[in-house]
């Protein structure tokens, strides 16, 4: 079967994606609509498979899927988007530096509120817990920080299975 011929399964394999991942990507526009046989199934041409594994890696590289989007648009419309996905990229690349300070400054406050309790026996806490009641305020303006244990050990266990 010649690639014009592929199936969804064919391209999910090929690409390492999910046929309802295809198919998501397809309802989203990020696909064109694949045409389809007259049994009704999809046919996708070898240029589906080249732009999902586009997709994946601009998702690899931080990228949401609005901007793939239109970064494939400039792409199909004959435009280089080179100096979009640039600016894009700073963008991020600004985005992660500010996260970083974020986490930066959350990990010394939080370091500094663990080193007035540790190394004391047991904290003696009636009602509320005494190590959060008492811990400094946050900054009012500083951005709230979704940070749990399991997201960590999720991210750990994600990392070890690569």
Do not use: N
């Not at 526009?29 to 009704?40: D, E, M, Q």
């Not at 494939?72 to 080179?82: F, N, Q, V």
């Not at 939080?110 to 900054?139: F, H, M, V, Y």
């Not at 009012?140 to 920080?145: E, G, I, Q, V």
């Amino acid at each position: 079967m010649d690639m014009a011929g592929l199936l969804i399964g064919d391209v999910a394999e090929r690409t390492g994606l999910t046929a309802p991942t295809i198919r998501y990507y397809e309802s989203i526009g990020l696909l064109k609509a694949a045409p389809r046989s007259a049994t009704g199934y999809r046919r996708y041409a070898d240029t589906t498979v080249e732009e999902l594994r586009f997709i994946k890696k601009a998702q690899s590289l931080g990228f949401s899927l609005e901007e793939i989007g239109e970064i494939l648009k400039l792409s199909r419309a004959g435009d280089t988007p080179c100096s979009h996905v640039l600016d894009l990229s700073r963008r991020h690349l600004q985005a992660v530096q500010e996260r970083i300070q974020q986490l930066a400054r959350f990990r010394d406050q939080l370091a500094a509120e663990l080193a007035k309790w540790d190394g004391k026996k047991e904290p003696t806490c009636r009602g509320l817990c005494q190590i959060i009641s008492s811990a400094e305020e946050r900054e009012a303006d500083a951005p709230s920080l979704d940070l749990h244990a399991r997201d960590l050990r999720a991210g750990s266990r994600r990392k070890a299975r690569r």
